[in-house]
């Protein structure tokens, strides 16, 4: 009974972990060269303390990036 519930606890555990793995694996893909684009100014997105301030500062960021069969 014991042998039982913790092959059903590890067949569980593996479906779960399992599919975490195989997005990664279909999502990379190879480029051997793009063409990076702006895509304009995102404002106020990365924030850090600063502790010679004492304050919050904020950064500036910017949107970059490259398209591929049409897609971002």
């Known amino acids: ?9 590890l067949l569980l555990i593996l479906l779960a972990i399992l599919p ?7 999502a990379a893909t ?3 060269s793009a063409l990076v684009k702006n895509g304009g ?6 924030q ?3 502790t010679k301030q004492n304050a ?4 500036i960021t910017h949107y970059a990036y490259y398209e591929h069969d049409g897609k971002q």
């Open 20 to 26: 975490t793995f195989s997005n990664y694996a279909l």
């Open 48 to 50: 850090f303390f600063d």
């Open 30 to 32: 190879e480029i051997s």
């Open 41 to 46: 100014d995102c404002g106020y997105h990365l």
């Open 1 to 9: 009974m014991k042998l039982t519930k913790k092959c059903v606890a």
């Open 56 to 59: 919050w500062s904020y950064i």
